[in-house]
């Protein structure tokens, strides 16, 4: 109350002010008294209200922008430039994604994997015995694409997370299993079948390639170099039981050799396919594409 008071006798005394200045004024000259129209003049005055109100005192702006420019700014410096590529190679069909570090270096995650057998040609011999092979494959990998010289030349390291199955069948030759050097009769130890699996739960692997862009945004890519899997282990079976014959030159058909059953014959398969340690060193062969964001 006492505010809005001083403020009408402001304007009181203002209003005042300006109807005297509009009176005339009479001045007196020696004998004579002359009268003067004064003419009034208007004076601003800029009052500073005693309250200033301020529409954003105690508001809470809307971060939304701010909060999400300053985060995409974060994934821009982490991710940039990021990019997605598709594969196929030995280690499979696959997809990566990865996070430029800097200028010349990429964080990778993919997976590669499926039947893939094929690319290794379906089968392969463990000394006198010739397995096909069918392959399931799962590869999930985490590395690092280096460009050493700042161009499409590319190194790459990194770790593999292998689960990869492979199930073998022994192919017989003659009528006979020919295992560390002994002829066993096929139709005594009906099919060899069994799988095998590489030790190694982490495999290092190491490339070398090429990345050439063909537009901003669009590149390809080829990649060589292996994947250290590890030993395998085998497990085989045969299919028949009973007696089992050898095949000794003089007998049609090989003679019974007493105690020995198709699941000796089949562990001795076993033992020679872990001594071929079959893909202990996995080639890496592959190509893709890749789409920048």
């Known amino acids: 109350m006492k505010l809005i008071k001083l403020t009408a006798i402001s304007?009181?005394?203002?209003?005042?002010?300006?109807?005297?200045?509009?009176?005339?004024?009479?001045?007196?000259?020696?004998?004579?008294a002359v009268a003067y129209e004064a003419e009034p003049v208007?004076?601003?005055?800029?009052?500073?209200?005693?309250?200033?109100?301020?529409?954003?005192?105690?508001?809470?702006?809307?971060?939304?922008?701010?909060?999400?420019?300053?985060?995409?700014?974060?994934?821009?410096?982490?991710?940039n430039p990021a990019a997605v590529s598709a594969e196929v190679g030995t280690l499979g069909y696959?997809?990566?994604?990865?996070?430029?570090?800097?200028?010349?270096?990429?964080?990778?995650?993919?997976?590669?994997?499926?039947?893939?057998?094929?690319?290794f040609g379906g089968d392969f011999d463990a000394n006198d015995v010739n397995y096909d092979v069918d392959a399931d494959?799962?590869?999930?990998?985490?590395?690092?694409?280096?460009?050493?010289?700042?161009?499409?030349?590319?190194?790459?390291?990194?770790i593999i997370v292998p689960d990869n199955d492979l199930d073998v069948t022994a192919n017989p030759e003659g009528g006979t299993y020919k295992i560390d050097d002994v002829s066993y009769n096929a139709e005594d130890v009906g099919t060899l079948q069994g799988t095998m699996e590489h030790?190694?739960?982490?495999?290092?692997?190491?490339?070398?390639?090429?990345?050439?862009?063909?537009?901003?945004?669009?590149?390809?890519?080829?990649?060589?170099?292996?994947?250290?899997?590890?030993?395998?282990?085998a497990t085989v079976n045969a299919t028949q039981t009973g007696a089992v014959r050898v095949e000794d030159g003089f007998t049609e058909g090989g003679t019974v050799v007493p105690g020995l059953t198709p699941n000796d014959v089949a562990k001795r398969a076993e033992q020679e396919l872990e001594d071929k340690d079959y893909l202990e060193w996995m080639p890496i062969v592959k190509v893709g594409a890749t789409y920048r964001f």
Not at 137 to 158: D, K
Not at 220 to 233: L, N, P, Q, S
């Open 11 to 32: 304007a009181a005394v203002l209003a005042s002010t300006a109807a005297l200045a509009a009176e005339p004024v009479v001045v007196v000259d020696g004998n004579k």
């Open 42 to 79: 208007a004076v601003a005055y800029e009052a500073e209200p005693a309250y200033a109100y301020n529409a954003d005192a105690g508001v809470v702006r809307n971060t939304t922008g701010a909060v999400a420019g300053g985060t995409k700014t974060f994934f821009q410096t982490a991710i």
């Open 94 to 119: 696959g997809a990566n994604i990865a996070w430029g570090l800097n200028e010349k270096t990429e964080l990778q995650a993919g997976w590669a994997g499926g039947d893939v057998a094929d690319l």
């Open 137 to 158: 494959f799962s590869n999930p990998y985490l590395g690092v694409q280096l460009r050493p010289t700042g161009n499409w030349f590319t190194m790459g390291a990194g």
């Open 199 to 233: 030790r190694n739960k982490l495999a290092p692997y190491a490339t070398i390639g090429f990345r050439p862009n063909i537009s901003d945004k669009w590149g390809v890519f080829g990649e060589i170099g292996a994947a250290y899997m590890g030993k395998t282990d």
